[in-house]
């Protein structure tokens, strides 16, 4: 039987973590690496840091989420493809778009060789996370819980992404 000291540090940290959560804009998962292999777009982080901003940094490169309901890509609803920020490659069509109430832009299906994955286990429950199979460059994760065909939910960052209408109009 848990003491009543336990019990109220056992609560303290079960408020706490989420409120430091929520009090910042991006939440640091400790003890991710990009993953593994060789990319064809590869550059320092110096180099990385000139040509990003620093909120598109901190989630490619250094794979902070960024808080939810913040994107505007959440609203998108042209045809058109989502390209990773950080290379221009095409990983997601509109067209496995959905919404999925998390708060991040949600697809069913990244396009052909456009993603590449890798575990990760830094929180309680373990999960697949998404990099961009050009530069690797980290654009969320990826979840068991998505409608069909596949079944699967990637819950991307709307930072890692930008939106290239099919009609070449502006993008939003």
């Not at 920020?85 to 067209?95: H, I, N, P, Q, T």
């Not at 993603?115 to 309680?124: A, E, G, H, Q, S």
């Not at 199979?133 to 930072?159: A, E, S, V, Y």
């Amino acid at each position: 039987m848990l003491s009543r000291r336990q019990l109220l540090l056992i609560g303290s940290a079960v408020a706490i973590v989420p409120a430091a959560a929520v009090a910042g804009r991006y939440i640091a998962i400790a003890g991710q690496e990009a993953p593994e292999g060789d990319f064809e777009i590869t550059r320092t982080p110096e180099e990385w840091r000139e040509m990003l901003t620093e909120n598109e940094y901190l989630i490619l490169r250094e794979e902070k989420t960024e808080r939810a309901y913040t994107s505007d890509l959440l609203k998108e609803k042209r045809e058109g493809n989502y390209t990773c920020a950080g290379c221009d490659l095409a990983v997601y069509s509109s067209e496995t778009k959905f919404d999925s109430k998390t708060g991040w832009p949600s697809f069913y299906e990244a396009l052909p060789d456009a993603v590449r994955t890798k575990p990760d286990n830094t929180l309680l429950t373990p999960r697949t996370e998404v990099h961009c199979r050009r530069c690797g460059g980290h654009l969320g994760h990826i979840f068991d819980d998505g409608p069909p065909p596949t079944g699967k939910r990637h819950c991307i960052n709307g930072i890692a992404l930008d939106f290239v209408p099919a009609d070449g109009g502006a993008t939003g």
